[in-house]
């Protein structure tokens, strides 16, 4: 009897005002009730306890409601632990009346904490929130709607609302209930795209329902096609062996469906030039979303195909952001990649850490090291701060030179080179010691390279080239022809031998040296060294006695930079007698920053 | 107001640069300037204008001297008031394009920093530094 009783009140707990209506009522009965309740044996609570927890209620917030399982405590904690918190929020809010649920989040609304746990669901929440509202609150009432009432939810428009497109996924499983030409449809396209198109179909129908936020939309899509591009490439390269490859084994990837997708592949020879790029588009950018008809569908599945025999034509490595998907030691194994996988990459995957990766001694007098970057958009590879990347370097030096100049030949070799390197080591196709190796290989080209063409002490191996190529110089005018342009006072390279000190140089046009006081008034100028013409190299130079000390590019009228105004300044002091110039030359950069010229350091 | 002691500061500054013009050692003739601002502690505000007239910073009625003058001096005294000027100087100077003004500035703003790349240059800081 009393049992009987404690379950009736139990559907009453969520409402302390009926409860404290039963316990006037109940009278002596309450009581009998209210004590027998053990923890584990009963209802877990008491209901004079559920009457005390309304009252407090009352006083933090003002307002005493049937509010269900909520209390602003666990609101609280909920609303901190991401969208599973606010899930459960949801939850407690809808366990209360309407005119409860109106209470708290008007008390929400208030605090501002609203539209941070509404943005942390879909819109399908806000709308179901919005539709058990009673009668009136208004100011609820449109911050829910700001939530579901635009483009990409439900619409502007309350009377219309938008209908959601499908994703191609849903509606080729409608049309497969109903023909044979959807059956094969289906297994087609999900053999094809390695089941990609089956996770991103219920992600994209969840977005388009509201059941999740884009952001959640954006990163689950992200991963999956991630992940399908790794699995697809490993399918590709290793003939169907994905499930060793992938990390923590492809449960939707097996072995015939690789090599089905193989099959599929060849299937759709006729539509290879498709290409991947727009099978990026259907599957992930949406851009070619909304397929409205079977002869779409169909398209479709030869795109997903596509995605397979696409994998065999365009191999190029293994991007880093879909080598992460795979298992230690299968991307080497897996390193003809396609360019979908590089263009996956787009969709969002957190890069390596920034920074040199290795580097090798070139073993030439004066000293070089070949050094590996990684950077944001890739690896690069680098040997001297005034040449700049390695791969640049050749390519500017080969266009200087005739297409059938042998020269050319080579460096267009040592291009490939480097190039493939370069993406092997973002690829981790070659990592750790075998980073060194290959970069040693590649040093000892340099050293040839810059044996050959008789390099200096101190001169790196393009510098070496350019020099003995007789590679044409390059000139720097002046950037401010309005500028006054004076007599300088200037110090022949004899006067100069015996003298120290800080100076101006330029070498003009023809080549000519020339050294000047540094003033600053009209006179005191590079451009007043140069008679405001064009120069070959300018700079600062300290001399001691015969010797260079430093050598730099520091002229704001002329802003030299690059390898070659290097190569001439040195070659200019060497030429007037000057000892110590070759290798002295330092590469600098104004800074706005901090109003001064600084020293370009080696990336 | 001492007018000696200007008058000395110019005298010193002119003959910093003929030596810096010359094959004579110009570091003895600026010494020389140190040596002066060093003994009149009095003559700071005086002296401080002085410098920065060497650079014709702000405006100011030139005094013929070397412009490495000012760094050299600058590097033992730290006047901050100059210092001050010569940041306001090169910030103007930057903005008008006026690069020799720059380049000149730099190298006096330099030797107040922790580390001078051109101590190596002069015997008094050579081996200090």
Redesign the interface.
Same mark, same amino acid.
């Given at each position: 009897m009393i049992e009987e009783a404690e379950l009736q009140l139990q559907s009453w707990r969520g409402r302390p005002l009926d409860m404290a209506f039963l316990r006037a009522a109940l009278g002596s009965y309450w009581m009998l009730i209210d004590t027998l309740d053990k923890p584990g044996t009963g209802m877990g609570w008491t209901p004079s306890q559920s009457i005390a927890g309304a009252e407090e209620q009352a006083e933090q917030t003002g307002w005493l409601a049937d509010v269900g399982n909520y209390s602003r405590a666990r609101a609280d904690d909920d609303m901190l632990s991401g969208e599973q918190g606010a899930q459960d929020l949801f939850n407690l809010l809808m366990s209360g009346s309407d005119e409860g649920r109106a209470a708290i989040l008007t008390d929400m609304l208030r605090r501002g904490e609203l539209l941070k746990f509404l943005h942390r669901l879909g819109f399908a929440y806000s709308k179901a929130l919005h539709d058990a509202l009673p009668t009136g609150y208004g100011e609820i009432k449109n911050a829910l709607q700001s939530v579901w009432r635009r483009e990409g939810a439900l619409g502007t428009d309350l009377e219309h609302p938008e209908e959601q497109t499908r994703s191609l996924n849903a509606m080729v499983e409608d049309w497969a209930e109903d023909s044979v030409l959807g059956k094969i449809t289906d297994v087609v396209l999900d053999v094809g795209t390695f089941g990609f198109n089956e996770t991103y179909g219920d992600l994209r129908d969840s977005r388009a329902q509201g059941l999740i936020t884009d952001e959640e939309y954006d990163d689950a899509v992200a991963h999956a096609a991630l992940k399908t591009a790794a699995v697809a490439t490993v399918a590709m390269a290793s003939g169907g062996m994905a499930d060793k490859a992938v990390r923590g084994g492809a449960a939707s990837v097996g072995l015939a469906r690789s090599l089905t997708a193989g099959a599929v592949g060849g299937a759709v020879g006729g539509v290879a030039d498709v290409g991947t790029a727009d099978a990026y588009d259907v599957y992930v950018s949406g851009t070619k979303d909304g397929f409205s008809s079977p002869e779409d569908y169909v398209k479709a599945a030869l795109l997903g195909g596509a995605i397979g025999a696409g994998f065999s034509g365009v191999a190029e490595g293994l991007s880093r952001g879909t080598s992460k998907y795979l298992a230690r030691g299968a991307t080497a194994e897996a390193a003809e990649a396609g360019e979908l996988a590089s263009t996956l990459d787009g969709v969002g995957v957190a890069k390596r850490p920034v920074g040199k990766i290795a580097e090798q001694p070139v073993d030439i007098e004066g000293g070089h090291r070949l050094k590996a970057f990684q950077r944001e958009s890739g690896v690069d590879l680098i040997l001297c701060s005034e040449c700049g990347p390695v791969l640049d370097k050749l390519r500017s030096l080969s266009q200087k030179l005739p297409p059938e100049d042998p020269l050319r030949v080579r460096l267009g070799e040592m291009e490939k080179q480097v190039d493939a390197l370069q993406k092997q080591i973002d690829s981790g196709a070659v990592a750790g010691e075998a980073v060194d190796g290959e970069l040693a290989k590649i040093a000892q080209d340099l050293e040839q390279l810059h044996g050959e063409h008789h390099g200096k002490a101190g001169e790196c191996a393009f510098c070496a080239v350019e020099r003995s190529a007789g590679l044409p110089d390059e000139t720097f005018s002046n950037k =401010?022809p309005d !500028?006054e342009v004076g007599v300088p =006072?200037t110090f022949s390279p004899q &006067?100069l031998m015996? +003298? #120290?000190? &800080?100076f101006?140089y330029v070498v003009t046009t023809e080549r000519r040296l020339i050294v000047g006081?540094?003033?600053? $008034? @009209?006179g *005191? *100028? !590079?451009i007043d060294l140069a008679g405001g013409h064009d120069v070959l190299a300018a700079g600062?130079v @300290?001399l $001691?006695r015969g010797e260079v000390m &430093?050598l730099d590019n #520091?002229? *704001? !009228?002329y802003e030299p930079h690059g390898p070659s105004p290097a190569r001439i300044a040195e070659e200019a002091f060497e030429q007037a007698g000057f000892r110590g110039a070759t290798g002295r030359y330092v590469e600098k950069r104004w800074d706005?920053a901090r109003? +001064?010229?600084i020293r370009v350091e080696t990336p | 107001m001492t007018p000696s002691v200007l008058d000395e500061f110019q005298e010193l500054a002119r003959q910093s640069l003929r030596a810096s013009r010359s094959d004579d050692d110009s570091e003895s003739s600026m010494s020389d300037v140190l040596e002066l601002a060093l003994r009149n502690p009095g003559s700071r505000p005086l002296l401080a204008d002085a410098f920065l007239a060497v650079l014709g910073v702000g405006g100011r009625d030139r005094i013929e001297g070397a412009a490495e003058l000012v760094p050299y001096c600058m590097r033992t005294l730290r006047w901050a008031e100059v210092r001050t000027q010569l940041e306001a100087e090169l910030t103007t100077s930057v903005s008008a394009n006026d690069w020799r003004a720059v380049a000149v500035l730099n190298h006096a703003l330099a030797a107040f920093e922790d580390t001078w790349e051109d101590a190596t240059r002069y015997a008094r800081y050579r081996e200090a530094e």
């Amino acid at each position: 009897m009393i049992e009987e009783a404690e379950l009736q009140l139990q559907s009453w707990r969520g409402r302390p005002l009926d409860m404290a209506f039963l316990r006037a009522a109940l009278g002596s009965y309450w009581m009998l009730i209210d004590t027998l309740d053990k923890p584990g044996t009963g209802m877990g609570w008491t209901p004079s306890q559920s009457i005390a927890g309304a009252e407090e209620q009352a006083e933090q917030t003002g307002w005493l409601a049937d509010v269900g399982n909520y209390s602003r405590a666990r609101a609280d904690d909920d609303m901190l632990s991401g969208e599973q918190g606010a899930q459960d929020l949801f939850n407690l809010l809808m366990s209360g009346s309407d005119e409860g649920r109106a209470a708290i989040l008007t008390d929400m609304l208030r605090r501002g904490e609203l539209l941070k746990f509404l943005h942390r669901l879909g819109f399908a929440y806000s709308k179901a929130l919005h539709d058990a509202l009673p009668t009136g609150y208004g100011e609820i009432k449109n911050a829910l709607q700001s939530v579901w009432r635009r483009e990409g939810a439900l619409g502007t428009d309350l009377e219309h609302p938008e209908e959601q497109t499908r994703s191609l996924n849903a509606m080729v499983e409608d049309w497969a209930e109903d023909s044979v030409l959807g059956k094969i449809t289906d297994v087609v396209l999900d053999v094809g795209t390695f089941g990609f198109n089956e996770t991103y179909g219920d992600l994209r129908d969840s977005r388009a329902q509201g059941l999740i936020t884009d952001e959640e939309y954006d990163d689950a899509v992200a991963h999956a096609a991630l992940k399908t591009a790794a699995v697809a490439t490993v399918a590709m390269a290793s003939g169907g062996m994905a499930d060793k490859a992938v990390r923590g084994g492809a449960a939707s990837v097996g072995l015939a469906r690789s090599l089905t997708a193989g099959a599929v592949g060849g299937a759709v020879g006729g539509v290879a030039d498709v290409g991947t790029a727009d099978a990026y588009d259907v599957y992930v950018s949406g851009t070619k979303d909304g397929f409205s008809s079977p002869e779409d569908y169909v398209k479709a599945a030869l795109l997903g195909g596509a995605i397979g025999a696409g994998f065999s034509g365009v191999a190029e490595g293994l991007s880093r952001g879909t080598s992460k998907y795979l298992a230690r030691g299968a991307t080497a194994e897996a390193a003809e990649a396609g360019e979908l996988a590089s263009t996956l990459d787009g969709v969002g995957v957190a890069k390596r850490p920034v920074g040199k990766i290795a580097e090798q001694p070139v073993d030439i007098e004066g000293g070089h090291r070949l050094k590996a970057f990684q950077r944001e958009s890739g690896v690069d590879l680098i040997l001297c701060s005034e040449c700049g990347p390695v791969l640049d370097k050749l390519r500017s030096l080969s266009q200087k030179l005739p297409p059938e100049d042998p020269l050319r030949v080579r460096l267009g070799e040592m291009e490939k080179q480097v190039d493939a390197l370069q993406k092997q080591i973002d690829s981790g196709a070659v990592a750790g010691e075998a980073v060194d190796g290959e970069l040693a290989k590649i040093a000892q080209d340099l050293e040839q390279l810059h044996g050959e063409h008789h390099g200096k002490a101190g001169e790196c191996a393009f510098c070496a080239v350019e020099r003995s190529a007789g590679l044409p110089d390059e000139t720097f005018s002046n950037k =401010f022809p309005d !500028h006054e342009v004076g007599v300088p =006072f200037t110090f022949s390279p004899q &006067r100069l031998m015996t +003298k #120290s000190g &800080r100076f101006n140089y330029v070498v003009t046009t023809e080549r000519r040296l020339i050294v000047g006081e540094i003033a600053n $008034e @009209v006179g *005191g *100028g !590079h451009i007043d060294l140069a008679g405001g013409h064009d120069v070959l190299a300018a700079g600062e130079v @300290v001399l $001691e006695r015969g010797e260079v000390m &430093r050598l730099d590019n #520091s002229s *704001g !009228h002329y802003e030299p930079h690059g390898p070659s105004p290097a190569r001439i300044a040195e070659e200019a002091f060497e030429q007037a007698g000057f000892r110590g110039a070759t290798g002295r030359y330092v590469e600098k950069r104004w800074d706005p920053a901090r109003n +001064k010229w600084i020293r370009v350091e080696t990336p | 107001m001492t007018p000696s002691v200007l008058d000395e500061f110019q005298e010193l500054a002119r003959q910093s640069l003929r030596a810096s013009r010359s094959d004579d050692d110009s570091e003895s003739s600026m010494s020389d300037v140190l040596e002066l601002a060093l003994r009149n502690p009095g003559s700071r505000p005086l002296l401080a204008d002085a410098f920065l007239a060497v650079l014709g910073v702000g405006g100011r009625d030139r005094i013929e001297g070397a412009a490495e003058l000012v760094p050299y001096c600058m590097r033992t005294l730290r006047w901050a008031e100059v210092r001050t000027q010569l940041e306001a100087e090169l910030t103007t100077s930057v903005s008008a394009n006026d690069w020799r003004a720059v380049a000149v500035l730099n190298h006096a703003l330099a030797a107040f920093e922790d580390t001078w790349e051109d101590a190596t240059r002069y015997a008094r800081y050579r081996e200090a530094e």
